[in-house]
């Protein structure tokens, strides 16, 4: 089974840039759909972006948030720009084998979980 890693999280000040990345432990992504959650204090934790048979993001961070992959590298990325106060929260990384079927907005759909990563912005 896979494992994701994140890594890249920290202190960013409202409008500035982040990226996000995901190694693969265990085993590689190949053959897995991969995608980005967060959680902010006191919330649940939501969608924010997936690759499966194609990219998705939630509205809140279209235009603005881009999740990629690089195979060769086993990586998964999150490209956060103009980044907002209300961006802040642990980012998680997840990893499901691909699905056409099983929904990819919810986490009870996604079955291996990094262990996050604090992405806290400054206003």
């Known amino acids: 089974q896979v494992q994701p890693v994140e890594s890249g999280g920290g202190l960013v000040q409202a409008g500035g840039s982040l990226r996000l990345s995901c190694a693969a432990s265990?085993?590689?992504?190949?053959?897995?759909?991969v995608g980005w959650f967060r959680q902010a204090p006191g919330k649940e934790r939501q969608f924010v972006a997936a690759?499966?048979?194609?990219?998705f993001q939630a509205d809140s961070v279209k235009g603005r948030f881009t999740i990629s992959r690089d195979n060769a590298k086993n990586m998964v990325y999150l490209q956060m720009n103009s980044l907002k106060s209300e961006d802040t929260a642990v980012y998680y990384c997840?990893?499901?084998?691909?699905?056409?079927?099983?929904?990819?907005?919810?986490?009870?759909?996604?079955?291996?979980w990094g262990q996050g990563t604090q992405v806290t912005v400054s206003s």
């Open positions: 690759m499966s048979y194609a990219t």
């Open positions: 997840a990893a499901r084998p691909t699905s056409y079927q099983r929904r990819l907005t919810s986490t009870l759909e996604w079955d291996y």
């Open positions: 265990g085993r590689t992504f190949s053959g897995y759909d």
